[in-house]
């Protein structure tokens, strides 16, 4: 499919596991993000990624691992999955070829996390 | 550290009405703003994004504002639909901290009735 996708959409899991969300763009855009979206504190970005072989942290980077080996994947690793990483978490990517779509974020569907 | 702010954070109108969404933000260094619609139990769409050298963008019923020195947006949403009901986000990528991250508002969420 084209666009953006994730998976799983949904997932329960419990404490102290490891857990990864995948993220796939089919644009071949540069820069790809992972934001979290909580009640409360709205969506706060976790990691980005300006290219493959390229991440930063951002906002809320603790607990949290990415890695982006390919253009079109960023995985979001939680090494040992804690309660308060309960959350909806979106991917998104920006990058396109005009001054304006380079700028421009899309958004996958977003992944549902529940840490027992 | 850059804050952005929605005002209303919810608003209900009868189905026809122009109406205006704001967003203020702290830091006038800023790339571009962008707004965003977001469905319940969705992701979020891009509506229109107002680069920090333009003043404002349209596509169709939508029109959005930017005056960078006074640090506001506004969202203009013409005669609107019940289909327009949804969460209106808007975010800002701010000059300190990396290129093209954004930094969102709570949002205000619209309810439009028939």
Redesign the interface.
């Known amino acids: 499919d084209a666009g953006i996708t994730q998976s799983p959409r949904y997932k329960i899991t419990e404490t102290g596991r490891q857990v990864t969300l995948m993220c796939h763009q089919t644009w071949s855009h540069s820069?790809m993000?992972w934001y979290r979206q909580d009640l409360g504190h709205?969506?706060?970005?976790i990691y980005?990624s300006?290219a493959a072989d390229i991440t930063?942290k951002?906002e809320v980077p603790d607990g949290y691992v990415v890695s982006r080996s390919k253009t079109e994947n960023f995985p979001l690793t939680l090494e040992s999955a804690t309660r308060s990483q309960t959350s909806v978490y979106?991917c998104?990517s920006?990058g396109g070829v005009t001054?304006?779509s380079y700028?421009?974020?899309?958004?996958?569907?977003?992944t549902r996390l529940t840490v027992l | 550290k850059q804050e952005v702010t929605q005002i209303p954070a919810a608003l209900s109108v009868p189905e026809g009405e122009n109406l205006v969404l704001n967003c203020s933000f702290t830091d006038s260094a800023i790339y571009n703003l962008q707004w965003f619609r977001q469905d319940p139990g969705k992701g979020l769409t891009s509506l229109l994004l107002i680069q920090s050298s333009q003043r404002e963008q349209t596509s169709g019923r939508l029109n959005a504002s930017l005056d960078k020195s006074s640090g506001r947006s506004t969202l203009y949403i013409a005669a609107s639909q019940p289909g327009d009901s949804a969460t209106y986000l808007c975010a800002v990528s701010p000059f300190s901290g990396g290129y093209n991250k954004l930094i969102f508002g709570a949002g205000t969420r619209l309810a439009v009735h028939p």
């Open positions: 820069y993000f709205g969506l706060r970005l980005y300006a930063d951002g979106f998104a920006s001054p304006y700028n421009e974020q899309f958004f996958g569907p977003g």
